[in-house]
């Protein structure tokens, strides 16, 4: 399995490292590579993650609270992986309803429920593209991967050699 370190999660996801952080200390989105140990270990998340901020952000630019967010990931869980790309999520600004197929997307706009959707599918296309771009490694390799721009690996290697 490979993973992402927190800077390219957020780079394909487009959220900040600040919200990543608040999001896995508050159980929203832990990482399901690896998940911080203790000091010097680094979070690392799966696509399937990175999948899943992605729709996060996506739904809080469209107004949707924190509170339904929650929800509808916890909902997003029961799913494997391959089942989220036949996902379309529909929300009203306030609730989100997981829709599987097309006749419950034309059912909740006929119900004048649906107001957007977010097409798991095509968020899927997206975050493959950004990620095939990104460093990833491994959770069991030996030596820690070296991430062009990892400005604080830097620093520490700077600081070693005195």
């Known amino acids: 399995m490979l993973g992402y370190r927190g800077p390219a999660a957020c780079r394909a996801a487009g959220v900040t490292y600040r919200q990543l952080d608040y999001w896995a200390r508050t159980g929203l989105l832990e ?10 270990h680094q979070r690392l998340y799966s696509f399937r993650d990175v999948l899943v901020l992605k729709v996060i952000k996506r739904l809080l630019d469209a ?9 509808a990931v916890a909902a997003l869980r029961d799913h494997g992986v391959k089942e989220l790309a036949g996902i379309t999520l529909m929300s009203d600004g306030a609730s989100v309803y997981e829709c599987t197929s097309d006749d419950q997307v034309i059912d909740l706009l006929r119900g004048g429920q649906g107001v957007f959707g977010i097409a798991l599918g095509s968020v899927w296309a997206e975050v493959e593209g950004t990620l095939a771009e990104l460093p990833g490694e491994r959770p069991d390799a030996t030596e820690i991967a070296v991430h062009p721009g990892d400005e604080l690996r830097k620093r520490r290697a700077a600081k070693r050699a005195g």
């Open 31 to 40: 990482p399901s590579v690896r998940n911080v140990s203790g000091s010097g």
């Open 63 to 71: 107004g949707v609270s924190l509170q339904q967010i929650r929800v």
